[in-house]
C-alpha cells in the first residue's frame, strides 16, 4: 500500500512538473513565429483602387489603428477583453521609421492574409485577417496605404508594444494559427447573386461575423462558418466607457434575432444606427453610412440563409452603459 501512494506521489509530481515546463515554455516563447513566404506583388495605386480602399478601410482598419493624431499611429484597444491582455495596434502610416514605408506591397498582402509579420511573427486574434477578400478589394485597401489620403501621412508616434495574457499566448499554440496563403486569386463574387454577394460581405470584405459570432476565442477565421455561434451573437466586447456590451444576434430567430425585421429595419440599423425598437445602437458597433443599399440588401438576404440561432442576448438597454 505504501509504495503504491508512493508510486502515485511521484505520477502526480511528474505530471505538475510536465506541466509547469509547458507553461514556462508558453510563456517564454510567447506568440508563435511562421516561416514567412516572399510574395512578389506590386500594387498601382490608381483613383479606383483608392476609393476602393477608402470605403473599405473606413470600417475594417481605420477603427482599430487611428491614434491620438487623427492619422493610423495606433492606439491601446481597450475594447477588447480585458482577459487578452494589453493590446496595442500599430503605426500603419507611410512613416520609414515608425510606420509601414518599408514594407513591401506582397508583404502587406501577406499580413493581411495570413496574419504573419515579413519576419514570421504571428499576429493573434486581436488583428483580424482577411484571408477571404477578393483581389480587387485587397489591392484596393493596399493602394488606399499608400495614398495621398492624410489619414496615412506620416506619423511619428511609435508603436506600444502588446503585452498579451498567458491565455492568448496559450491559445496561439493550440488554436489561433497561421492562416494559409490562398493558392488560387480570390475573385469578387457575383453581385446580382445576392445570398453570395451577402456571404462576401459578411465574411469577406466587413467582417460582420467575427463580433456577432460566441466569442473571439473560438473564431475560425479560415472556415468563417464554422465559427460557433456564427452570427448568432452574445459576444462580450467592452465599450468606450469601459462597460461590458453582448453583440446582438443577426440570425433570422423572431424571439431572439431579427426574423421579424424587414430589410428597411435593417438598413435604418446600418445607415442610422437605430434598431427595430427605436433604440440607438452603441458602440462597438459602427455606423455602416457608407455602404450602398444593394450591399444592405444583399447582407439581409445571406443573413436570412444562415442556420438559426436561439440566442437570447442580454443587452442591458435598461442599464447606462
Ligand atoms: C480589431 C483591431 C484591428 C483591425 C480591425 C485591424 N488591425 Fe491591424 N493591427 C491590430 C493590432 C492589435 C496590431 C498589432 C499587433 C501586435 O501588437 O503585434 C496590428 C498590426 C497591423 C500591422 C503590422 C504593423 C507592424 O508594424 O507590425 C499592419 C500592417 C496592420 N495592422 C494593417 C491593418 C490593415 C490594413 C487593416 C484593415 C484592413 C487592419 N490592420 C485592421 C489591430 C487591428
Ligand atoms: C466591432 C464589433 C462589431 C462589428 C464588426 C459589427 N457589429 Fe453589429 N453590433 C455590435 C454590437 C456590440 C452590437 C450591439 C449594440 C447595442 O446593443 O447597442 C451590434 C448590433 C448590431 C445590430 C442591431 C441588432 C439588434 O437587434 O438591435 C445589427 C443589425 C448589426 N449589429 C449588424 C451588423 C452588420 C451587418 C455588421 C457588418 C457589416 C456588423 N454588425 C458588424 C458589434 C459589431
Redesign the pocket.
Known amino acids: 500500500m505504501k509504495k503504491f501512494f508512493k508510486g502515485l506521489l511521484y505520477l502526480v509530481l511528474a505530471v505538475v512538473v510536465l506541466i509547469g515546463c509547458f507553461v514556462a515554455y508558453i510563456a517564454i516563447d510567447g506568440i508563435p513565429k511562421y516561416e514567412a513566404a516572399t510574395v512578389e506583388k506590386k500594387i498601382e495605386v490608381t483613383p479606383e483602387k483608392v476609393a476602393i480602399g477608402a470605403k473599405i478601410a473606413a470600417?475594417q482598419c481605420v477603427?482599430c489603428h487611428r491614434g491620438s493624431d487623427g492619422k493610423l499611429s495606433g492606439r491601446k484597444l481597450s475594447e477588447l477583453p480585458p482577459e487578452f491582455g494589453e493590446i496595442y495596434s500599430a503605426n500603419i502610416t507611410q512613416s520609414k521609421t515608425a510606420g509601414i514605408a518599408n514594407w513591401t506591397d506582397g508583404e502587406l498582402y501577406y499580413l493581411l492574409r495570413t496574419g504573419c509579420k515579413p519576419d514570421g511573427q504571428y499576429i493573434p486574434v486581436y488583428m483580424p485577417k482577411f484571408p477571404h477578400m477578393s483581389e480587387s478589394d485587397m489591392e484596393g485597401v493596399i493602394a488606399w496605404l499608400r495614398s495621398d489620403n492624410a489619414e496615412v501621412q506620416a506619423s511619428e508616434i511609435a508603436k506600444v508594444p502588446s503585452k498579451p495574457s498567458m491565455l492568448v499566448k496559450f491559445l496561439s499554440h493550440v488554436a489561433f494559427k497561421k492562416i494559409p496563403l490562398n493558392a488560387e486569386p480570390i475573385n469578387a463574387p457575383d453581385t446580382n447573386n445576392l445570398p453570395a454577394y451577402g456571404r462576401y460581405?459578411?465574411a469577406g470584405r466587413?467582417?460582420?461575423y467575427?463580433?456577432?459570432s460566441a466569442d473571439f476565442k473560438t473564431l475560425n477565421m479560415e472556415f468563417p462558418e464554422k465559427t460557433p455561434g456564427y452570427c448568432g451573437g452574445g459576444n462580450m466586447?467592452v465599450n468606450l466607457n469601459g462597460n461590458q456590451?453582448?453583440?446582438?444576434?443577426?440570425t433570422a430567430d423572431d424571439a431572439t434575432g431579427?426574423g421579424t425585421w424587414t430589410e428597411e429595419d435593417?438598413r435604418k440599423?446600418?445607415h442610422e444606427g437605430v434598431?427595430?425598437?427605436g433604440?440607438?445602437?452603441?458602440d462597438?458597433?459602427?455606423r455602416?453610412n457608407g455602404?450602398t443599399n444593394q450591399e444592405v440588401k444583399a447582407?439581409f438576404t445571406y443573413l436570412r440563409s444562415v442556420p438559426v440561432i436561439k440566442n437570447k442576448v442580454d443587452?442591458q438597454w435598461d442599464k447606462d452603459l
Open positions: 470600417v477603427v460581405l459578411v466587413y467582417d460582420c467575427p463580433c456577432h466586447m456590451i453582448f453583440t446582438a444576434n443577426l431579427i435593417f440599423a446600418l434598431n427595430k425598437e433604440k440607438s445602437l452603441r462597438p458597433m459602427l455602416y455602404l447582407i443587452r
